[in-house]
């Protein structure tokens, strides 16, 4: 029996005798099955407390473990708040309770003096009938009589105050108050944690936000060339679901040569690169940032990538528009001095006719002059009109209208080319509603085009045929040559601003966008069929004057 004994005191480390063994041994296990019990609550708090778990969910399972050790019947948590003290959770609340926001008052107040004193407090409310307090009240309705309050510190700052409530006078052990204490720094640094990954969590959400509604698209690349993030921008521009998208590499998404791949340059050079670029028919700048890691090495690129066709295009017809400021102050110099000495030749000429017989050999030279003269006004007046900057109406007015004007000014220098005009005017199109003015900008651009692709080629019929007529609710305007024709490759570029083929005597580039541009706001369009070596055909289109007006 001795030697059993001696096996028990090894065993549980209590000094036992045949009456006492049995106690001791069951009061070791109790305190055993308590520290286990206090290690998992703990063990609780440290697992259960994230950013999916709310306060009261976890007051919750705390209070259910704590009931098992302890008499313990309501859990409180409060919070700072800019140097506010709030009840921010009560478990289990009722109609008596203190109800969260509470804030508590800086004096007479017992969670406040925790807080301030940053010590754990305990009161026995039955006790304490001498003290009053701002909570006193309101925990005696609620039947309270013990009160165990401890400051939530982490990191050497008071976060908050967690306090227990039991509706029993219970006395705790040295060690029940050191566990309650782990359990509320434990608390405290959970707390802490939730707040950072709030933190983080609200950083994060705030970038992807701002990320997704910058109107520029934004690609990050890695090494590889392949697209690895991006943002809604790119989504609306490139019209492609994420996975196709992100199965391509940059250049096959852009469509671009390697040559042309601005991500080259900075992945050659670690340094910041820019291009203009024509992707989708669209005119595009693209920026690529280079991003660095601290061993000098190149992960990533970042790249900005802006639609700025629409600018182009306004900054080209305000080039136009320059220009026909100038051609049109011009033009009225010109007129005014041509305009008294033209009268006198037109008046001298008309006065000749009337005395001279027409059987005489110079009647017809004076007819000629008289002619000439009148030609000479027309064209004066066709270049005023033309080159008027007053502010553009939209009126009632005829396509023929337009080619009749346009050829006023310049079918002689067509024709001196050797170039052969056919005219085919519907006599029954349609009116159209637009501005008589912009109309014949564009008929003069496409004509100066045709005449310029012809020049450029050695054949002995040389033709420019102009066709008006109706189609599918439009009034269309086609100019079709037998010229040099246009390279496939430059197809989806001649209508972006500053593009020409020419050199810089015979274009800037302008017309053909200031054309579309002029047409757009018409309603309509202009579309282009061309084969190199061939010839071309615009065919411009506008809604005709009953569907403009809708």
């Known amino acids: 029996m001795n030697n059993k004994l001696e096996m028990i005191d090894l065993l549980t480390g209590v000094k036992s005798s045949k009456r006492s063994y049995y106690t001791e041994l069951k009061k070791t296990v109790v305190e055993l099955q308590k520290k286990n019990m206090q290690l998992e609550i703990i063990n609780e708090v440290t697992k259960s407390f994230n950013i999916d778990t709310s306060m009261d969910e976890m007051l919750t399972s705390i209070l259910d473990k704590l009931t098992q050790m302890f008499p313990i019947h309501r859990l409180y948590v409060s919070m700072v708040d800019e140097n506010e003290l709030i009840l921010t959770n009560v478990y289990p ?110 950083s994060k959400k705030e970038w992807e936000e701002t990320f997704r509604s910058v109107p520029s698209m934004i690609f990050v690349v890695n090494a590889d060339e392949k697209v690895t993030l991006f943002n809604h921008a790119v989504r609306e521009f490139f019209k492609l679901d994420d996975d196709t998208i992100y199965e391509q590499s940059f250049h096959q998404l852009l469509n671009i040569e390697g040559q042309e791949n601005p991500l080259m340059e900075t992945f050659q050079t670690k340094q910041n690169s820019a291009k203009q670029l024509t992707v989708r028919n669209r005119i595009c700048e693209l920026e690529c940032y280079p991003s660095i890691n601290a061993n000098s090495e190149l992960t990533e690129v970042i790249v900005y990538m802006n639609d700025v066709t629409e600018k182009r295009q306004i900054e080209a017809q305000l080039i136009q528009s320059g220009k026909l400021a100038a051609i049109g102050e011009m033009a009225a110099g010109v007129a005014h001095e041509l305009n008294n000495p033209l009268t006198a030749v037109l008046g001298n000429a008309q006065l000749l006719l009337r005395t001279s017989s027409k059987e005489k050999k110079e009647y017809k030279l004076l007819e000629d002059i008289h002619q000439c003269g009148i030609r000479c006004k027309h064209i004066i007046r066709s270049l005023l009109t033309f080159s008027r900057q007053d502010e553009y109406e939209f009126q009632n007015c005829s396509i023929n209208k337009v080619v009749e004007q346009v050829l006023h000014l310049i079918r002689y220098q067509i024709e001196h080319q050797n170039i052969t005009i056919l005219l085919q005017l519907d006599p029954n199109v349609p009116n159209i509603n637009g501005s008589l003015q912009q109309l014949e900008q564009i008929a003069i651009n496409l004509l100066i085009n045709a005449k310029q692709a012809l020049e450029e080629i050695d054949i002995e019929q040389k033709m420019i045929q102009i066709n008006t007529y109706e189609e599918n609710g439009h009034v269309c305007l086609r100019i079709t040559d037998n010229g040099s024709g246009i390279e496939e490759t430059m197809m989806q570029e001649i209508f972006n601003p500053f593009f020409t083929t020419k050199n810089a005597i015979k274009g800037s580039g302008l017309g053909l966008s200031v054309s579309l541009g002029i047409a757009r706001s018409h309603g309509g369009t202009i579309e282009v069929k061309s084969e190199k070596g061939k010839g071309s055909m615009f065919t411009l289109f506008i809604p005709k004057k009953e569907e403009a007006d809708r």
């Not at 004096?107 to 004193?117: A, I």
């Not at 003290?131 to 006193?136: H, I, R, W």
């Not at 434990?186 to 802490?192: F, G, K, R, S, T």
């Open 93 to 202: 609340t009722c109609s008596l309770t203190m109800q969260p926001p509470l804030c508590f008052p800086h004096v007479h107040s017992l969670f406040r003096s925790v807080l301030e004193d940053k010590e754990p407090v305990f009161k026995n409310l039955l006790h304490e009938e001498e003290e009053d307090f701002f909570e006193k009240g309101t925990l005696k309705k609620v039947g309270a009589q013990s009160m165990f309050l401890y400051p939530l510190i982490c990191k050497g700052k008071v976060e908050g105050v967690f306090c227990l409530e039991s509706k029993e006078e219970i006395m705790l052990e040295e060690a029940d108050y050191v566990f309650l204490q782990q359990l509320s720094d434990q608390l405290a640094v959970c707390i802490e944690n939730v707040g950072l990954y709030n933190k983080v969590l609200k």
